[in-house]
Every structure is written in structure tokens, then in C-alpha cells.
């Protein structure tokens, strides 16, 4: 994506953190900021992972009761994820220390969890309340994650990246203590770097682990994209970590690395595309010692299939050679769509203003839309006009290449109309 890109509302280093953090299931992820803070976040969370009823604290012995949220008026204000302080002036001059108390007291009284995570806004942080010794006080057997500085300056990627370094370096010990005495029957691996956030995440987790199942490779744990605290018990227990996003897993399968000497796979970008695809399975069977002969067959007819059918598309308009594009996302994400398009669909990179196809998210394609000519806006990212995904879509891996390719035709069409 080039720099004279149009300004759009974009998602900041706060949400990119609260996303990755609620991607775990069973937490509570506490903000310590002021009201407007909390309601998106709480309603696009649950709208991202909607998560099954939360329970109340319950004694050994006793069945959990239900939570009904309409009766969470205090720090939840009755919606199921994401409490806040709801901070105000005088909280900014006394400090914020008490009510972060109360929150957490009312929490620990009225949910039941598996972790717990409180993020500061950037001014609570200047505040200098000492939270995590407060978490610790009331939660001494509780996982938690203290957040001091999420920048609403900062790209949602780099508030993402930020959030699962914390998470493994202040709860990792936690966790792990309870990890399973041995690994699996076969390889196995953790995918680092995805985010609830990302468009799509849903399938394409399913994507790359079919992928790697045809190969023999188990996932024991796709960290903070749906992952359970079991799950993340596992990740000790993996021959490798991958991480697919560099902007977001780097900083934690370094730690991994450093604390407990695990090997990590940092690809340059996710595998969007054919080529990319086959690189990364390829390279992940290689370093774990499995084959990749049931990928390769498939990946094969897919070729074909693809092959087909731009082939169609070409005979009668000359086209998707020499098409003009855009992409807006994530960094890795844009580099690795731009390769894909070009080099296997001949199109040509350019800039919003001037493509036939722009992908691009909700926002970005609403302003292109409002300021220019003709094109065809498709969604990649986050946020969106609120297209209901009944089937989980992708763009990664196999069935990903193929999704991208039927969006460039049909937006071909589209542009051309």
C-alpha cells in the first residue's frame, strides 16, 4: 500500500491489543479507561467470537449458574465482554487504583474466568497505579495481564504484537505449569501472530490446519484467535512455532524461544497465493520430517481448477492481465497479496485513487467511493459493512488462492459494468 493513501478510520494499538486479548476464550479483558472505550469494542468482540454464556463462580461440588447480563449493570453496563472503569477527571488527578479495585472485586464475585487481562489507556498509564501487584492481590491463582501503555498513535498491529508478548511473559509461567507432561503422537505446532480481528481469521485457521493435517502435523494452539486455555497449556509441548504474521508473533516466538528454547518458523508474510502456499508447507514438513505428497496432489487440482477458469475470464476480455489493484492491511499481508496478483494474475499495483480493484476495508472503500470514479471495492479487513459470513471464508492457503481469485473475476465484472 502506498503512503498517498486516502485517511480513513483505522483501528489503533488499543484495539489491536483488546481483539488479540478477547481472542482467548473464558477471559475477562478489564479497560481501564473512560466510557467511550468500551462499547465498540465489547459489541464487534462478540460479534467477531461470540462466546457462550459465562457462569458464575461456583464452589467445588456446586453446578455454575448462569450469567444474565441484563443484571450486569456495574463495570459490564450490560453487554457480556469487555468492562471499563469508566474513567473520569477526578480519576485523572487521584488516581485510578480504587476503582480498578471495585471492578475487580465485582468481577471476581459475579463471573467466572479462565484469565484475566486489564489494559490502561494511554492516560491511565501515565497515571502510575501499580496494577499488576493489584491483579495479583486479588487473583494470587488467577493468570493475569497487566497493559500499561496501549497508544491509540499506534497501528493495530503493533497494540496486537504488544498484548501476546505481555500475555506469555507475565502469564506464560501460569499457564504452563500445568502443560501437559508430553507432546502428541505426531509433530505438532503453534501458530503465533493471528489475530480476532483479522477478516476471516475463522477460516483461515481452518485453512492452514487442514493444510498441515494432510502432512501429518497436528495444531495444538492458534494463540489469541479463538484459543482456549487448554490449549495454550499445550504450546510448551510443539516441535515449532509459527508465526505468520511477523508485525504480531515475532516479539512472542522470540520470547518462546528465549525462555524455553522453542523454534520458531517467521515467515515473511501469510501464504497468500499458490506459490507462497507450497513454500510454506513445504518448508514446515521439511524442518518437522513429514511429507507433503497429500498437498501436493491437491494443490495441483486446484491449479488447474484456477487455471480454468481465469483462462474463461481471459478469452474474452484480455483480462485480469494488466488490471490495476490496491490492497489496505496488514503489512505482511499487503506484500504478500501484491505477489500473488502480480506475478500469477499479471495485474498491475497502484494506488487507491487509480485501481480498477481496490481491497481494502469497509472504511477506506466507503471514502473511495464518496471522492471517485468507478471501481469495485473488496473487502479483506476489518472493519466491515457488516457482510454475515454463514460460510467461514479465507484467504490463506489453498482454498484462499482460489476465494482471491474468484473475487478479482467477479470484481472484473463488476468494475466493467
Known amino acids: 500500500m502506498t503512503e498517498n493513501s486516502l485517511k480513513s478510520i483505522t483501528p489503533d494499538g488499543i484495539t ?56 450486569l449493570n456495574d463495570w459490564f453496563f450490560r453487554q457480556g465482554r469487555v468492562p471499563c472503569t469508566w474513567l473520569d477527571s477526578h480519576d485523572y488527578v487521584y488516581g485510578t487504583a480504587d476503582k480498578v479495585r471495585e471492578a475487580l472485586e465485582y468481577i471476581k464475585k459475579n463471573v467466572g474466568f479462565d484469565i484475566l487481562c486489564v489494559a490502561d489507556s494511554p492516560g491511565a498509564s501515565l497515571i502510575g497505579d501499580d496494577l499488576r501487584e493489584l491483579c495479583s492481590e486479588i487473583f494470587p491463582d488467577k493468570p493475569t495481564v497487566v497493559l500499561e501503555t496501549p497508544g491509540f498513535s499506534a497501528d493495530h498491529w503493533d497494540g496486537a504484537a504488544a498484548a501476546i508478548e505481555a500475555l506469555l511473559v507475565q502469564a506464560g509461567e501460569k499457564i504452563f505449569c500445568d502443560a501437559p507432561l508430553s507432546a502428541g503422537k505426531g509433530p505438532s505446532v503453534n501458530i503465533i501472530g493471528m489475530s480476532l ?40 509441548t510443539a516441535d515449532l512455532n509459527i508465526v505468520l504474521y511477523p508485525e504480531i508473533g515475532t516479539a512472542g516466538a522470540m520470547y518462546l524461544k528465549t525462555r524455553y528454547g522453542m523454534p520458531c518458523l517467521i515467515c515473511d508474510g501469510p501464504p497468500v497465493g499458490f506459490d507462497a502456499v507450497t513454500e510454506f508447507v513445504h518448508d514446515v514438513c521439511e524442518r518437522l520430517g513429514t511429507s507433503h505428497d497429500a498437498f501436493d496432489e491437491e494443490m495441483s487440482r486446484s491449479r488447474a481448477t484456477a487455471w480454468y477458469k481465469i483462462s474463461g475470464v481471459h478469452a474474452s476480455s484480455g483480462r485480469p492481465n494488466g488490471t490495476v489493484f490496491a490492497v489496505k492491511s496488514i503489512p505482511s499481508e499487503e506484500r504478500a497479496c501484491c505477489r500473488f496478483f502480480t506475478d500469477y494474475l499479471g495485474m498491475k499495483q497502484g494506488s487507491p485513487e487509480t485501481a480498477e480493484l481496490v481491497f481494502a476495508d469497509a472504511n477506506t472503500i466507503s471514502e473511495l467511493m464518496l471522492e471517485r470514479r468507478e ?43
Open 197 to 236: 480481528w483479522q477478516k476471516y481469521s475463522e477460516g483461515n485457521i481452518d485453512e492452514i490446519k487442514r493444510l498441515l493435517g494432510m502432512c501429518g502435523i497436528e495444531v495444538n494452539c492458534v494463540l489469541c484467535a479463538g484459543c482456549s486455555i487448554e490449549e495454550m497449556r499445550s504450546i510448551p
Open 16 to 71: 489491536g491489543s483488546v481483539f488479540v486479548l478477547e481472542g482467548i476464550k473464558n477471559s475477562i479483558t478489564l479497560l481501564n479507561a473512560p466510557m467511550g472505550c468500551k462499547f465498540y469494542h465489547s459489541s464487534i468482540s462478540q460479534r467477531l467470537m461470540p462466546r457462550p454464556p459465562m457462569y458464575l463462580p461456583s464452589k467445588e461440588g456446586e453446578e455454575p449458574s448462569e450469567v444474565n447480563f441484563s443484571n
Open 375 to 417: 471501481f469495485c471495492g473488496i473487502e479483506m479487513s476489518n472493519p466491515s459493512m457488516g457482510y454475515v459470513d454463514v460460510i467461514p471464508k479465507c484467504t490463506l492457503g489453498i482454498r484462499g488462492a482460489l476465494f482471491l481469485i474468484e473475487q478479482v473475476l467477479n470484481g472484473l465484472m463488476t468494475a466493467m459494468v
